[in-house]
């Protein structure tokens, strides 16, 4: 932990998207830091940050590696291709993606239904096979491990069994996984962790079930509170306990803020269901619940919590600023309830907002051109980079308040010291305001639409 300076003075650089101007984060004038009274403060907003006062270390962020988005890498011509990687993943110039998500089997964002146990009542997996994830996903992943050159934490999980181990006998609309299969899908989990990690893909954690409450169109598969409580306490933990792999985080729910609490309530409630849990993860669809995340850290505190996916549904939304924004007031508001990491949904699609094999269109940070191949970076993108890029793995949450609803802000010290302050202003006008960190202050102005990262090393 670093040492806390009680006297601040010194400059302090900042980064700045707005609206209708160039997108991109772009490096401001530098602020000077004063640790004496400032006369021109007067009625001015404060903006605190008391870095004594330490919360939750952060995991990362990233996104996911999908099936569509690695096959919309692999279709790009070369420059563009490797941009993609260093747009992501590089530390120097990127966002520096740590964290990600993969599907194990097929989802919604995959060319077709597949399932690496296909051959029915396979009770002893002689036919488990990875094939289909060496064709797009695991060269999309080995390359981004490449620009990283450190490892990325990967984050697992299935939308469905194969359609053989399911109630409704297909991999779609919903459905159940029958009782008589349960362990033999445990060991898939084990399986896929196996193959990934002689690819030189190693696994971090493994979510249970993706939307577990949801019937959908693609690859879905429905667990009650209890039975994927029974299901971690009596197959998947032991059996991951069993190959060796006690160190793989098991993450609950995977599904919407909404009922967090009653599926964490019911879960960790059981303590031999509970052991094997490390958090609960979420998304974002449907009503905002923010104070559910608070919930059920208040309630749980020894449990982690994590950002599991999020996108905007319907379509590509070619230069919307409301999507960076979304992402924004997202991300602040989870990381201030404890939220230990945020993974974002695809990493790349087409400018349909695909493919997706059931017409499930969506948005992704970066487009790419079907026609001529030229990437169109969103206001996502950026957005996400005022986090991604300044706080690093490692980080600690440290105490921020406004006294202006409309400021929007998080604040956390890196590993190394340094110290990354995001204010959001969503209103349509300009807020000048004081900065103060410990003893030393600063005057700043977020103009209006734009969203700041000041770093102070």
Request: aromatic share 10%; proline share 5%; glycine share 6%.
């Amino acid at each position: 932990m670093s040492t806390v300076q009680h006297r601040i003075t010194g400059t302090m650089r900042h980064f700045l998207t707005r609206y209708n101007q160039r997108p991109g984060l772009i490096e401001q004038a530098a602020l000077t830091l004063s640790a004496t009274a400032l006369p021109e403060v007067g009625e001015l907003p404060q903006l605190l940050v008391n870095r004594q006062r330490r919360f939750q270390t952060l995991e990362g962020f990233g996104a996911a590696f999908t099936e569509s988005a690695a096959v919309t890498w692999l279709g790009l011509p070369p420059a563009q291709a490797e941009q993609v990687l260093h747009d992501y993943f590089d530390r120097q110039h990127g966002h520096a993606y740590r964290l990600c998500r993969v599907h194990m089997n097929s989802c919604d964002f995959s060319l077709g239904n597949y399932a690496h146990a296909e051959v029915a009542d396979d009770m002893v997996l002689e036919h488990f096979s990875i094939d289909r994830d060496r064709q797009a996903l695991l060269p999309f992943i080995k390359e981004a491990l490449r620009v990283a050159g450190e490892p990325i934490k990967l984050l697992v999980s299935p939308w469905s069994p194969p359609a053989w181990m399911k109630s409704n006998h297909e991999m779609n609309h919903g459905g159940k996984l029958l009782p008589q299969y349960a362990s033999v899908w445990a060991r898939c989990y084990v399986r896929f962790i196996q193959a990934y990690q002689a690819e030189g893909v190693p696994v971090w954690a493994v979510s249970v079930q993706n939307e577990p409450l949801a019937t959908q169109s693609w690859d879905s598969c429905i667990y009650t509170a209890e039975e994927e409580r029974d299901f971690v306490r009596d197959h998947l933990g032991p059996e991951l306990q069993k190959a060796g792999l006690g160190h793989i985080k098991i993450v609950i729910w995977d599904h919407n803020r909404d009922l967090m609490v009653e599926r964490a309530s019911v879960i960790y409630s059981d303590p031999a269901a509970a052991q094997y849990v490390w958090g609960c993860g979420f998304h974002w669809y449907g009503e905002d619940h923010f104070d559910h995340v608070q919930l059920v850290h208040d309630a749980w505190p020894d449990k982690a919590l994590l950002f599991t996916e999020g996108c905007q549904e319907g379509g590509p939304h070619h230069d919307s600023w409301a999507l960076g924004e979304r992402y924004a007031r997202s991300m602040i508001n989870d990381l201030n309830r404890w939220t230990a990491g945020w993974i974002d949904w695809n990493l790349l699609l087409d400018d349909s907002g695909g493919p997706n094999h059931v017409g499930n269109l969506c948005s992704a940070p970066i487009l790419a051109d079907r026609t001529t191949g030229n990437l169109h970076h969103q206001s996502s993108y950026y957005y996400l980079g005022h986090f991604a890029r300044f706080v690093r793995a490692g980080a600690q949450r440290v105490l921020c308040a406004s006294s202006k609803q409309d400021l929007e802000t998080t604040a956390f010290v890196n590993p190394d010291g340094s110290t990354a302050i995001i204010v959001l202003n969503r209103t349509d006008t300009a807020i000048r305001f004081c900065l103060r960190i410990d003893e030393g202050r600063c005057v700043s102005e977020l103009p209006a639409r734009s969203m700041a990262t000041y770093l102070l090393d």
